[in-house]
Nanobody
Framework: QVQLQESGPGLVKPSQTLTLTCVVS??????????WSWIRQSPGKGLEWMGA???????LYNPSLNSRASITRDTSRNQFTLNLNSVTPEDSAYYYC??????????????WGQGTQVIVST
């Protein structure tokens, strides 16, 4: 069974950088044709796909984030990390990591972490 778990700070100050890490067990990050994504949800809003790490090591990003997001991976620890620069209170949300086979867009979100709450505030 594939398991993902997010970790990181629950509170970040405005203008700072948010760093979240997703540890994956039961499936290698370099498994053929697998994608590893970051998704968030704010109160009263739908899910927002932020970006993903391709199994080959190439990241993909949602242009709506205005290039503030960066996704990296550490294959030795089987984990990948989200860095979100210049955060504002609008970035307060529940953040999830997700993974899945890249045969179709829906297939890429078959496994999910439990989510972690992030609040951007002074």
């Amino acid at each position: 069974q594939v398991q993902l778990q997010e970790s990181g700070p629950g509170l970040v100050k405005p203008s700072q950088t948010l760093t979240l890490t997703c540890v994956v067990s039961g499936r290698s990050l370099i498994s053929d044709r697998y994608y590893w994504s970051w998704i968030r949800q704010s109160p009263g809003k739908g899910l927002e796909w932020m970006g993903a790490m391709h199994w080959s090591g190439t990241p993909l990003y949602n242009p709506s984030l205005n290039s503030r997001a960066s996704i990296t991976r550490d294959t030795s620890r089987n984990q990948f990390t989200l860095n979100l620069n210049s955060v504002t209170p609008e970035d307060s949300a529940y953040y999830y990591c997700s993974g899945g086979f890249g045969g179709s867009w829906l297939d890429r979100f078959s496994d999910w972490g439990q989510g972690t709450q992030v609040i951007v505030s002074t």
